[in-house]
């Protein structure tokens, strides 16, 4: 008996070190489990039902890993087909105005012979291989050779000779060019990006708290529109005023007395007239260059921003009459040789009426090569908040046909392709209005020779000319900080940036003659003979056209026949 009772301790001694065995064992991996559930993975995929309501829509494709806005585009325009155009052939005749050609006095012809550099006869039948790799006869060669040499010396040029590659060109006036340098929209600053241009266009506001306007003691007060503020938010915001000091600094300052109860005449409520209007000239810009016979391109930017700020009523604080107003828009258009496109047209506007019983509206409008894309217009009974974006990959081109000389024409085509989009944020609340708009193009012209003329000449396109090449910043927002019945705090900033590279570059089409290796001058080698289609350095600029951050208090003025006054300005 005893030892199947020591038998049966034994055992249970076991099964207990055994089960703190795996206890002990399980330990790092319950808590890797949990520390996988505290920290996801980026592979693992989250969906945040917050952003699930309907007066939010949120595909927010400007807070991205990709910091290269034109390397985030080609990557966005990927993922939906290429948007393929053909417009109207051109055909330029040596009678076009803009067509140049350089000549010199006519020299006599002296054509190739079917013989080597010792004057040995070569079989006319003899194959032989050029060096773009067409295979031909040693007659058929001499012909074509001896035929373009025909050609060049009616122009007094000679393939025995020098001869320059480019031999004609379409002509665009420099007046249209260099010139309209001078005239370009000026910056102000340089462009602001990132975490800088985020911080400028922050909604919040850090104010220092003072003693005196001229002692600063280190505490910052944090405002917001007023909208966005807790109750308890509310209440110690309106423990301090606000003025700028003597250095321009909105700064605040704590109420020693209790504030004044301001006595407003309830029932003319609805009929105040506004004590402020902030009604700036929108903030424009136009660059242009080229001519539409040639290559012309342009791009336009323009903010506008508006605001209204009626009394504010304490005692009724839900019947905010204020009425804010911003939006933005960006233009791109293109021509060439007479082609005409409307290659982007982008706005976006968010409006706050002064008529609280007036829903908020948004208005997004997006237009591709003439096509509607986004057409978005809507009302909101309270805030709404929007972060979206669109691009669109397309290749515009059409049938060209130019002569390079007198008897050679370059048959083939001339387009456009590359990437368009459009990143835009917006939010709108009774109290604030904003926008947040990002044009962005990025195109080049391109061609290529048609299939006869490449195999009869071995022609082509020769082409690095950056078209429109573009990204602006457009934002601006307008709206109430604070307000009580003393003051009203209002904040308005805006900020207008862009860099652009337009009409950079040259493109050129070109036949090329290949000397067959027995001839003795340039045997083996291949010339080419070249039109200039278009040639320009290009436009090259980036900065800001504009920008500003205002904060600045109104008294809140209830009487009907007062003139607005501003505290600390």
Request: hydrophobic share 35%; glycine share 6%; charged share 25%.
């Amino acid at each position: 008996m005893k030892t199947m009772e020591k038998t049966k301790s034994t055992a249970t001694l076991l099964i207990l070190m055994l089960s703190a065995f795996i206890m002990v064992a399980m330990m790092p991996l319950n808590a890797q489990v949990k520390r996988d559930q505290r920290t996801p993975n980026q592979n693992v995929t989250v969906r945040d039902h917050r952003t699930q309501n309907k007066n939010v829509t949120v595909r927010d494709q400007r807070n991205k890993s990709v910091d290269d806005p034109f390397a985030r585009l080609k990557k966005e325009a990927q993922r939906s087909p290429v948007q393929k155009n053909k417009m109207k052939a051109v055909k330029i005749s040596s009678n076009n105005p803009n067509y140049r050609a350089t000549s010199k006095g006519k020299i006599k012809f002296v054509p190739f012979k079917l013989e080597d550099k010792n004057g040995r006869a070569v079989s006319p039948g003899r194959s032989i291989t050029l060096k773009n790799g067409r295979r031909t006869t040693a007659q058929q060669a001499i012909d074509k050779l001896n035929e373009t040499e025909k050609l060049l010396n009616a122009q007094g040029f000679s393939l025995r000779n020098k001869t320059p590659k480019t031999i004609s060109r379409t002509y665009t006036s420099n007046r249209y060019l260099n010139a309209r340098k001078a005239t370009a929209p000026r910056s102000v600053g340089t462009f602001r990006k990132g975490a800088n241009l985020k911080k400028f266009m922050s909604l919040e506001k850090k104010v220092g708290v003072v003693t005196s306007f001229d002692n600063v003691k280190g505490k910052v007060i944090t405002l917001k529109p007023f909208s966005m503020y807790t109750e308890s938010e509310k209440k110690e915001i309106n423990k301090y005023n606000f003025s700028k000091s003597s250095s321009g600094r909105m700064m605040a300052k704590r109420t020693i007395v209790p504030r004044r109860f301001q006595k407003f005449r309830i029932e003319r409520i609805g009929n105040l007239s506004p004590i402020h209007e902030y009604k700036p000239a929108d903030k424009t810009a136009i660059w242009s260059f080229g001519h539409p016979d040639t290559f012309q391109a342009s791009i336009e930017g323009r903010l506008h921003r508006y605001a209204k700020i009626y009394p504010y009523d304490p005692n009724n604080p839900e019947k905010n009459k204020s009425e804010f107003n911003v939006s933005a828009s960006g233009k791109v258009k293109g021509t060439i040789l007479n082609n005409s496109m409307d290659i982007l047209s982008a706005s976006g506007e968010f409006n706050a009426p002064s008529d609280v019983s007036k829903k908020m509206t948004t208005n997004i409008q997006l237009k591709i090569l003439g096509t509607a894309i986004i057409n978005d217009n809507r009302s909101f009974p309270q805030k709404h908040s929007i972060s979206d974006s669109y691009s669109k990959s397309f290749d515009n081109s059409f049938e060209f046909e130019v002569p390079i000389i007198a008897g050679i024409d370059f048959v083939g085509l001339i387009g456009i392709k590359g990437e368009l989009g459009y990143e835009y944020e917006g939010k709108i609340e009774r109290t604030v209005a904003q926008v947040d708009a990002k044009p962005l193009v990025n195109l080049k012209a391109y061609g290529k020779a048609g299939l006869e003329f490449a195999e009869v000449l071995g022609g082509g396109v020769e082409s690095e000319l950056t078209f429109i090449k573009a990204d602006m910043e457009l934002q601006a927002y307008t709206g109430i900080w604070n307000q009580n019945s003393e003051e009203i705090v209002v904040g308005i900033n805006h900020y207008f940036g862009y860099d652009v590279n337009m009409l950079s570059g040259k493109l050129d089409a070109y036949a090329e003659v290949c000397v067959p290796d027995f001839v003795p001058i340039y045997g083996g080698d291949c010339k080419r003979i070249t039109h200039n289609v278009f040639n320009w350095d290009g436009f090259k600029a980036s900065g800001t056209i504009a920008e500003g951050s205002n904060t600045h208090t109104l008294a809140n003025i209830a009487k009907y026949d007062e003139e607005p006054v501003m505290i600390g300005n």
